[in-house]
């Protein structure tokens, strides 16, 4: 019998017509709700947003080191990077972590001028694929997956996006103990990164 530490949350990614949206819940769990106000989901660069799954220390230096890395890259290229660029270099700090015994996943999107919006979803087992139109991750994902593969549907407007990432975190609060706190969600286009909504959403028991 092991003691393994059980954590959980839940990330969310999908496209909209001119832009993809990237989101995570706020909760933190060991044996227990550790915090219900850490942020998962980061600038990367001026054009790319990720979010940040795992044990907790190693995701806070492996965003460090990732936005350096980045950087670097765009004053080496003299332009903004690549979503599948900044996807490579974040794949490849998983796989140096999973050696290390950490465990990382992240979902990413982004714009940039030569492949329009992308988005991406790095396991960790190392793995990367691009999704299209949409992927969830974490152990509240099980739930969220159902939603959206019966209500999204291609080229949805801004609003119709909300109102679909609203109903994902209500269904994945009430059924993951593990996902909540509220969540936070960023919005990428051609025109740059916005930040649409930080709420917590509520949810009512209901008998059945």
Known sequence: MTNEIKTGTTCIGFLFKGGVIVAADRRITTYKIESDSFTKLFDVSSNVVSTVAGHVSAAQLFLRNLKSEVKLLEMKKERNARVMEVASILNSYQLGA????AVLASIMGGYDEKDGVSLFELGPDGSMLN?????????????VKSVLDTVYK????????????EKCFKVAFKNDSSSGGGYIAKI???DGIREVQRKVVKTELVNE
């Not at 999973?98 to 015994?101: K, V, Y």
């Not at 999704?131 to 739930?143: L, N, Q």
């Not at 291609?154 to 990432?165: G, I």
């Open 131 to 143: 999704h299209r139109p949409y992927v969830a991750d974490g152990s509240g994902s099980i739930f």
């Open 188 to 190: 990428v286009t051609k």
């Open 98 to 101: 999973r050696e290390s015994g």
């Open 154 to 165: 291609p080229n949805m407007s801004e609003k119709e996006s909300l109102d679909l990432l």
